[in-house]
């Protein structure tokens, strides 16, 4: 038996703009992802004959059934790839919560497909990878190239940028999370819709500009649940309330994140204080 121990990370958008609806339902977007170094843990053991995968995980509320996203990518990967199924054990180890805007669980299912990829000798290309992952979840593609991107389509034209970004970021999860389906059922509400400059933000982000980055992030999937769910609001009332920090909703939230440039372990600490009931997290860019 032979282990393996892979990390996991999260990702932040900065600026997502819907761009209109396809036949199916999905929403095409347009916006940037970028990798952080908020990570779960997989501990990987793999027996060289054929059979089953178990799961196992320290959150009691996470699925360890077909439901969850690492059973869905071990059985459309032998599928897909015509290659018997061997024996494994994933024991995941979460950090990254969930219901946050945070991809923690597509990065999860990414991180196990490139990994059953290069164990089988990479018998599927980058394109199969992509082409796989985005019919499992939306954000896999960008976590199976895990690097800053301009994100379009339905999360699977990929179109990496470069992140010059000379900071730390927070990231505070209320105790409250969003589906991501909720979410975007709300979209329609919004009439006129703030969009945010992707151009602008990836001009920013290449030249260090923090204050070009920021004024031009607009979520519109914050703005509709804004009109919607009463907990995000106040949520949101309070993170104004915090001087001298700008917060931003992350994907379809509920975790936001600010930029931190100066006494940051001081503001991190006044952060966990204030917002005792919230996972509080110091993070870089990955």
Request: glycine share 6%; net charge positive.
């Amino acid at each position: 038996m032979k282990i393996y121990n892979l990390q996991s990370n999260a990702k932040i958008n900065i600026g997502l703009n819907i761009t209109g609806v396809l036949e199916n339902g999905y929403h095409l977007l347009d916006m940037t992802m970028l990798p952080v170094d908020l990570a779960d843990k997989l501990t990987i053991k793999v027996s060289d004959k054929f059979g089953k995968l178990k799961i196992k995980t320290n959150k009691k509320d996470i699925p360890v059934d077909e439901s969850n996203i690492l059973y869905k990518i071990y059985k459309k990967f032998y599928e897909v790839s015509n290659i018997m199924p061997i024996e494994i054990e994933v024991y995941l180890e979460k950090k990254i919560p969930h219901q946050a805007g945070l991809g923690g669980g597509s990065s999860n299912g990414a991180v196990f497909l490139n990994f059953l990829n290069n164990y089988h000798n990479n018998i599927l290309t980058f394109d199969e990878l992509i082409e796989l992952g985005k019919n499992i979840g939306a954000d896999i593609p960008f976590f199976i190239l895990n690097k800053a991107c301009r994100v379009r389509g339905i999360g699977e034209k990929l179109l990496e940028i470069q992140n010059n970004l000379n900071v730390s970021l927070v990231i505070i999860k209320p105790s409250f999370g969003v589906s991501t389906v909720d979410a975007y059922k709300e979209i329609k509400n919004i009439k006129n819709p703030k969009m945010a400059n992707i151009n602008e933000i990836i001009n920013g982000l290449k030249n260090n500009d923090l204050e070009l980055v920021e004024k031009n992030i607009e979520n519109n999937l914050e703005e509709a649940l804004l009109k919607s769910d009463e907990k995000l609001v106040q949520f949101k009332k309070k993170l104004s309330e915090v001087k001298d920090l700008k917060f931003f909703m992350s994907g379809s939230g509920s975790a936001y994140y600010a930029f931190l440039i100066k006494d940051i372990h001081e503001q991190i600490s006044n952060l966990k204080y204030r917002f005792n009931d919230c996972e509080v997290f110091l993070c870089n860019f990955k």
